[in-house]
């Protein structure tokens, strides 16, 4: 066990491989490992634990269950404020779990074990490995939310995927497969679905082999360059959700998806009768 043990969380379960590994697990399956404030608070609390742990040289962040994270959770009130579909809270937590990723001098891995809808594909760009099961899929329905692209996506797409399949992406709501981001950068490899994590984590075992200053020091050196453009990337993407999120579009379009919900939560109710 490293010198400093892990968090214990309620939405997130921290716990560490080989010392040096700290894995950081979406623990709301019930809910498809959806974010809302207090999960995005237990996922910066185990990034900022892993970030002072010494001992920790590689984080992995994965999900528990079927889903990877299926992103902002548009039912849960606790994200909502009163005209904004998304509240100040959420959005100043998750520009530091960005911040945290863009700063670490770590190596950050992104282990995609299902469908990643959201930020769960806008924030795997941040990562330096992305590992992926042959069934996750991944999406980006800001324009469909009447929101704006997060994770630093408006950046990190254009310049992994070029501007067409980003575009794709971000503008025009693609569904995507692994296989197909596997082709365009954005996944380094596509693992088997079984034992899935285990096959990650015999890479991240390999990687805390190697000189500990020597990965450091060139952690450092790529992201040089990167690190002040996704800082200010992430600023003006946050402060352009905060204004999406108050606008009329945003509200329609989330309460639209709320009675669509609804709709359909009494029509299975129906079929069951």
């Known amino acids: 066990m490293p010198s400093s043990p892990p968090p214990q969380l309620t939405n997130v379960a921290v716990s560490v491989d080989s010392t040096s590994i700290a894995i950081i697990k979406y623990n709301r399956p019930r809910a498809a490992n959806a974010l809302n404030v207090a999960v995005l608070k237990d996922v910066l609390s185990a990034l900022q634990w892993a970030e002072a742990t010494d001992d920790v040289r590689v984080i992995i962040t994965t999900g528990e269950g079927k889903f990877y994270t299926a992103g902002l959770d548009l039912l849960d009130k606790t994200n909502q404020a ?40 806008s924030s795997i760009a941040l990562s330096d490995l992305v590992y992926a099961a042959p069934d996750a899929i991944f999406f980006t329905p800001f324009a469909q939310w009447g929101l704006c692209a997060e994770g630093c996506s408006s950046l990190t797409f254009t310049r992994i995927m070029g501007r067409q399949k980003a575009s794709a992406l971000i503008l025009g709501g693609a569904r995507m497969t692994a296989a197909e981001l596997e082709s365009a950068g954005l996944v380094t490899k596509i693992l088997p679905k079984e034992n899935f ?36 990337t992430n600023r003006v993407e946050l402060e352009q959700l905060r204004k999406q999120a108050r606008t009329r579009e945003s509200l329609g379009a989330i309460e639209g998806f709320k009675e669509e919900t609804e709709r359909r939560k009494r029509e299975k109710g129906a079929s069951k009768l």
């Open 82 to 121: 009163e005209g904004a579909t998304i509240n100040d809270e959420f959005i100043d937590v998750l520009g530091k779990i960005h911040e945290a990723i863009i700063n670490t001098n770590k190596v950050v891995v992104s282990a995609v074990n299902g469908p990643a809808p959201g930020w769960g594909t």
């Open 197 to 232: 994590l285990e096959e990650v984590l015999k890479i991240a075992r390999g990687i805390v082999k190697l000189p500990k200053g020597s990965l450091k020091t060139n952690k450092d050196l790529m992201m040089r360059g990167l690190r002040g453009q996704l800082l200010e």
